[in-house]
C-alpha cells in the first residue's frame, strides 16, 4: 500500500464515523491544550519574572546592618546600627568583585506639593552611583544631583514616574519644589520608569535625594511629628513602632549639621558585582572588608547581613517552575487518560469493524495491512486532536493575557513537543487494538455478525 | 480452453475442537478446468464452505497437495496467500460484504489497494466505474449500501471482486439473501461472464434450481465427493423460474 492510499483509506474510515471520532479525540484536544496553555504562562511568567529581576538589577548586593538571624535590624543589647557611609567607601576602594557602590538612607513619610501629598514607597537618600547600581538608565528629563551636592546636602531631588503621576498629576515636575517633612526640595529629574518589582512593589514610587540631606534634613530634624525620636525614621519604619527604641540611638549634635559626613549612620549599602558571576566573591570580599573594619574577631558572628537578588530570583522561578511542573503533570495525565479513551474507542472500533477487516484481509490485505491502518487511524486521530488542542490551547492562553494579565509567551517547543506527544500516544494506544486487528483470522471475521 | 486451473489432491481438513477432531474433508481430490461454471452442492454440513476456504485460500488444507495454475499453494505463509487471494481470486459472499457508509465505486476499487500494480489513483476510479457499468450500476456509483437494494449490492461486490481480473471467482451461497428475481440477474450476470470473458466460477449452492444453471455439478456428502457430472445443457436463469 503506498502512503497515500494508507492515508485516504485512513481518512475515509474516520469519516465515516465523524461523531465518534471527534468525541474519541476529545480527550487528547484537552490534554494538548491544557499543556500548551501550561507551557505558554509558564514560560511567559518565568521570562516575566527574569525581566522584574533583572530590572531590580541582577548583579544587586544590598549589605544591611544587623545579624542576618534578626532579619537585618537588630535591637540587642550592645549590638548597633554600625553601617557607616565610610563602609561604603571602603567596600568600594576594597573590593575588586564590586563595581559601584552606593550607601542608602531611608525614610518614610509624606510628600506634599502645592495642595497634593502623597506618601512614596520610596524616599532614598544615596549618592548619584545609586542610579548605575540599580542599572536604572537615563532619566527622562533633567538631570541627577551630583556628589558636591551630596557633600553639600543639597536640598534637591529626583522623582519616580509614580510621583509625577501622583503629585504632579503627570506635568513635568522639575524646576519644582516639593516639601519632604516640611523641608523644601527642588525636583531637578525625572527617572525611567522601571515598573514592579519582584515582590509586587511599584519601584516608580520614589524619591531619590542626596543621603546627606535625608539624612540631616529630613529624618534627622526634630519637631515634626512623624520623627519625634531622633532619627527614628532613618532606621526603617520598624522603629517608630517602637518609639522607645530610638533612644538608643541618640542623635549626636553635630548630625544636625551636614559637615561630618563620615561615621554618620546609614540604613544599607548597596552594591552591585562587576557580573553576575562573580557575586559570590563580592559578597566574600565585602565579609571580609567589613569584618575588618567593624573589629570582628575570628567566631563573632557577622554584625552585618548581605542578601543578593539570585535569592530572591530563584526562590520566586523555582515557585512558578514547580506551579508550572506540576500543572504539566495534570495535563500530561489528561493525555494518558485520552490515550486510553482512544484505545478503547479503537478496540470497540476493531470489534464493529471485523468483517471489514476478513473482508480487506479476503482481497489481499496482509497483516500488517491492516496494522498499519489501523495504526495510522489512532495517530490521525490524535494528531487531528493534537492540532486542535494547540488551537485551543493558543487561545486560551490569550484569553489569560487578556483578561487575567497574565504574561504567556508562544513556544515553538511547546508546538513541536505537543504535535510529536500526540503523534506518540497515537501510536502507543494505537497500537494494541490494530496488532489485534492484524491477528484476525479472516474466515472468522467474515462471518463475524 | 481445456487447462487445469485447480488441482485438489487428497485434501483433508481436520478441526480440532478441544479434545475432539472433527474430520469435515476426508479426501478430495478433483481437478478444475479454466472457462467451467461449477456449482458446489451438497447437503447443509457436507464441508461445501470448508472446501470453498481452501479452494479460496482463506484456509489452509490439514493434508493434501492443491495447485492453482500449477503452483502448489498450500503451504503458503499468511502473506503469501493474500498475494495470492489479491491477484487470481474473486470473492463473492452470501451477505454481500460491503462496507458500510462508503459509496460503491470505492468498494470496488478497495482491493486495489492492497495491490502493487502502480495503478495511479484516475487509473483505479476509471476501472471502477467501467466494472460498475458492467454490472449496469452505471447511475448508482455515488451509493452507498443503505441507498442499494440486495441485488444492486450484490452486483457492487461482483464488481468489486472482478477488479483485479482475476482468472476463477469464488460465490458462497451468492442467492443466498436475495429473491427470486435478483437471483436470476445475479446467475445470468455469472453466465454472461463465465461465457463471455472465461472466467472460472465456483459457487456453492444448496438450491437445485441455482445449481442447473451451472455446467458441472460437484456433489459432496459428509466430507467427500459424492459426485461429480457435467449438466448436458444448463439452465437459463429465466427459465429456471419460468
Ligand atoms: N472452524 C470450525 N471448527 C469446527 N468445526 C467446523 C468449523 N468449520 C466447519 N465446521 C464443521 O464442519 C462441518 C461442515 O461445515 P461447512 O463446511 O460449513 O458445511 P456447509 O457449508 O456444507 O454447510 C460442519 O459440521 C461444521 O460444524
Ligand atoms: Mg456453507
Given amino acids: 500500500m503506498t502512503v497515500s492510499t494508507i492515508l485516504k483509506t485512513a481518512l475515509r474510515a474516520l469519516r465515516r464515523n465523524i461523531t465518534r471520532s471527534l468525541l474519541t479525540v476529545l480527550g487528547i484536544v484537552i490534554g494538548i491544550a491544557a499543556v500548551i496553555a501550561m507551557m505558554e504562562i509558564g514560560k511567559g511568567s518565568s521570562s516575566s519574572i527574569s525581566k522584574t529581576i533583572s530590572s531590580m538589577g541582577a548583579n544587586n548586593l544590598m549589605i544591611m546592618p544587623g545579624t542576618a538571624s534578626s532579619g537585618g535590624v537588630s535591637f540587642g543589647a550592645g549590638s548597633s546600627l554600625t553601617m557607616t557611609a565610610e563602609d561604603a567607601e571602603a567596600i568600594k576602594r576594597d573590593c575588586p568583585a564590586v563595581g559601584r557602590v552606593a550607601p542608602v538612607v531611608r525614610a518614610r513619610t509624606q510628600v506634599v506639593f502645592e495642595e497634593r501629598n502623597w506618601v512614596p514607597s520610596f524616599i532614598y537618600g544615596s549618592t548619584p552611583e545609586y542610579l548605575q547600581v540599580r542599572e536604572w538608565g537615563n532619566l527622562v528629563e533633567g538631570e541627577m544631583f551630583t556628589d558636591v551636592d551630596v557633600r553639600t546636602s543639597a536640598r534637591l531631588c529626583v522623582v519616580g514616574q509614580t510621583i509625577v503621576k501622583q503629585l504632579f498629576g503627570g506635568m513635568s515636575p522639575v524646576g519644582k519644589e516639593i516639601r519632604i517633612q516640611s523641608v523644601a526640595f527642588k525636583v531637578i529629574g525625572v527617572l525611567s520608569s522601571k515598573g514592579a518589582n519582584a515582590f509586587g512593589m511599584d519601584q516608580d514610587d520614589v524619591i531619590l535625594a542626596p543621603w546627606t540631606t535625608i539624612k540631616y534634613r529630613v529624618t534627622g530634624s526634630s519637631g515634626s511629628g512623624a520623627a519625634a525620636g531622633g532619627n527614628a525614621a532613618a532606621s526603617s519604619t520598624t522603629n517608630s513602632v517602637y518609639p522607645g527604641a530610638s533612644a538608643i540611638f541618640p542623635v549626636p549634635a553635630a548630625n544636625k549639621e551636614p559637615t561630618p559626613v563620615r561615621f554618620a549612620n546609614i540604613d544599607q549599602i548597596q552594591a552591585s558585582a562587576t557580573s553576575p558571576a562573580q557575586i559570590k566573591e563580592a559578597i566574600k570580599q565585602i565579609t571580609e572588608v567589613l569584618r575588618e573594619r567593624h573589629r570582628l574577631r575570628p567566631g563573632e558572628p557577622d554584625d552585618f547581613s548581605i542578601r543578593d537578588m539570585t535569592e530572591s530570583a530563584n526562590a520566586l522561578a523555582s515557585t512558578t517552575n514547580m506551579m508550572t511542573n506540576l500543572l504539566l503533570a495534570v495535563a500530561l495525565i489528561s493525555l494518558i487518560v485520552g490515550g486510553v479513551g482512544i484505545m478503547n474507542i479503537m478496540l470497540v472500533s476493531v470489534t464493529e469493524r471485523t468483517r471489514e477487516i476478513g473482508l480487506r484481509m479476503a482481497v489481499g490485505a496482509r497483516a500488517r495491512d491492516i496494522l498499519t491502518q489501523f495504526l495510522t487511524e489512532a495517530t490521525i486521530l490524535c494528531l487531528i486532536g493534537g492540532i486542535v488542542g494547540l488551537l485551543l490551547g493558543r487561545g486560551s492562553a490569550m484569553l489569560v493575557e487578556k483578561f487575567l494579565r497574565w504574561p504567556v509567551e508562544a513556544s515553538m517547543e511547546a508546538v513541536i513537543a505537543s504535535i510529536a506527544t500526540s503523534a506518540v500516544v497515537g501510536i502507543v494506544f494505537g497500537f494494541y487494538p490494530a496488532w489485534k486487528a492484524s491477528r484476525l483470522d479472516p474466515i472468522e471475521a467474515l462471518r463475524y455478525e | ?242
Fill in chain 2, 1 to 242: 480452453m481445456a487447462s487445469p486451473l485447480i488441482q485438489l489432491n487428497g485434501i483433508e481438513r481436520t478441526f480440532h475442537m478441544g479434545e475432539i477432531d472433527v474430520h469435515v474433508l476426508k479426501g478430495i481430490t478433483l481437478t478444475i478446468n479454466q472457462g467451467e461454471l461449477v456449482a458446489l452442492v451438497g447437503s447443509s454440513g457436507s464441508g461445501k464452505t470448508t472446501l470453498m476456504n481452501i479452494l479460496g485460500c482463506l484456509d489452509r488444507p490439514s493434508k493434501g497437495e492443491y495447485r492453482l495454475d500449477g503452483e502448489e499453494i498450500s503451504r503458503l505463509s499468511n502473506d503469501g496467500r493474500a498475494l495470492v487471494r489479491n491477484r487470481k481470486m474473486g470473492f463473492v459472499f452470501q451477505n454481500f460484504n460491503l462496507l458500510p457508509r462508503t459509496s460503491a465505486l470505492e468498494q470496488v476499487i478497495m482491493p486495489l489497494s492492497y495491490t502493487a500494480s502502480g495503478m495511479s489513483d484516475r487509473q483505479a476510479r476509471e476501472r471502477g466505474k467501467e466494472l460498475l457499468r458492467k454490472v449496469g450500476l452505471g447511475e448508482r456509483m455515488d451509493h452507498t449500501p443503505s441507498q442499494l437494494s440486495g441485488g444492486q449490492q450484490q452486483r457492487v461486490a461482483i464488481a468489486r471482486a472482478l477488479v483485479n481480473r482475476p482468472p476463477v471467482l469464488f460465490a458462497d451461497e451468492p442467492t443466498g439473501n436475495l429473491d427470486s428475481k435478483t437471483t436470476q440477474e445475479v446467475l445470468k450476470m455469472f453466465q454472461d461472464l463465465n461465457r463471455d470473458e472465461g472466467i472460472t466460477i465456483i459457487l456453492v449452492t444448496h438450491d437445485p434450481v441455482v445449481a442447473a444453471t451451472a455446467k458441472r455439478n460437484i456433489r459432496l456428502k459428509d466430507g467427500l465427493l459424492e459426485s461429480d457430472f457435467i449438466v448436458e445443457s444448463p439452465s437459463l436463469p429465466q427459465e429456471a423460474h419460468a
